[in-house]
């Protein structure tokens, strides 16, 4: 807020047709030299922000009234733009509305053209009487106030009149020391609550007291523009080199400057716009209307307002942008969570197949034992050996099932699932070849003196089929009352 811009002026010339001397303005009876142009400012910007306070310094004739007449809106420039977002007061010699009426009539004229209700009216028209002391003046025509009480007038009204920009010409100056305290109070007081200002003086002391910045203006140019500490410098050195030159010098340096702006050509002003101009986008079709506005219309500058509009248009396509990003971000998370999803569904499902399994096997492993076991003393010890198998296959499924749960990692699960597996199919396979050999059998007690041989050849069999089939090895293993099968 504090750096609004609050008035813009770009390029600005002022050319007139060329008096003879300053005084014949004034008197403006003199005849005018048709053939030759004056001009009196040559290319000046400047931009002005809220609770600021710019300078324009310059010597006598340098373009500051000139200037300031063309900010208040009664003179237009011959060139260029000016973009103004505030409430124009000015203060000057010539401010006041009507010098024919008293002071106190041009302070009812200039708070009733306020439009303010009465109360506000009243209370602002006592105000300004207050503050600017005139006394008995107030009952007088302003024609017959001298400078000071005329500057006292219009500081005043500037000062109190809703101001927003104020344009100080030449006036602190001619103003005595008690009531430049006022003033100065005043504008401290406004600044504060964002009322900006541009003071024209010769005097680097009164610009100096109220401004940031300061234009110093020589001959109708802009010679410096900047911090009022480091143009004041420029300024002084600028003042102490002419003060320096002899008058003859001095004569030939003036006569040069008044050469340079009866001389002037504007077309330069208008090269520095067409450089900014492509410097935005603007092309060579875009000339016939920059031109238009450069030369004729003078109005707001069309290179600000393009951008101005450009940056409005790019303001929701950036939001739009911004916007798609954010959808992209959570569709790619809600896609990243879906797979993490899937990929444990998967893992918790192949891990419940996998122990599924190794049961599976185990109690089919478990049942065929038990029935091996009614069978025989012989099929016991298979049926041993095959309990063992599963304990140890049990166990391992266990193991290996505790160890799934415990850290549900797939590579245990897959571990256990193999070592289950491997042990089963083991135990599966000796368990049918042993049942294939049994098909087809009889049990008988074996009797004492009984052989291999003599039971192979009583049975129309093998000693070695005999010995595959109850799993011995020697007669020495045939014991009388053990129970062995024989073929049928
Ligand atoms: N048509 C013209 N022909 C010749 N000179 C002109 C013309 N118009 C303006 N001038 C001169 O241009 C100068 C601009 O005067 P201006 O009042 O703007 O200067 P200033 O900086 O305010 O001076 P000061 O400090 O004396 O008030 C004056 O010297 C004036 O004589």
Redesign the pocket.
Known sequence: MKFMKKMEIKYITKC????PE?KD?VKAKLPVAETKN?W?LRGISLAINQGEGIGLL?T???????LINILAGHEKQTTGFITMEAKVNLASIHSISDVNLTGLENIKQAVFAAKLDEFKANHLINAIINFSELGEWLYRPVKTYSLGVTARLALSLALYVEPQLVLID?LLGAINLSFFKKVAQRIDNLKDRGVSFVI?D?NVINIERFCERTLW?QFGQAQDFGATRDVMVQFEYFSSWYQALALPEKNEYLAQKEHERQTFDVGTVYEEFKVEQFKHGFTRKDEPRMRKAFYKDRGADPVNLAVTEETKKAAPTAHKTKKKQRRKLKTFIVSGVLVLVLIFLWAALSHKAAVARTWESVQSTFGKKQAQTSSSSKKNSLAQSQKNASAAAKTSAAQASSKAQASSAKAASESSAKAQSASASSSKAASESQQALLKNTQTINVQSGDTLEALAEKYATTVDKLKAINKLSSDSDLKAGDVIHVPQ
Not at 16 to 19: E, N, S
Request: hydrophobic residues 40%; aromatic residues 4%; positive net charge.
């Open positions: 007139a047709p060329l008096l300053k303005l004056f009196e310059g006598n004739g340098s373009g500051k009234s000139a030449s024209a010769t203006l």
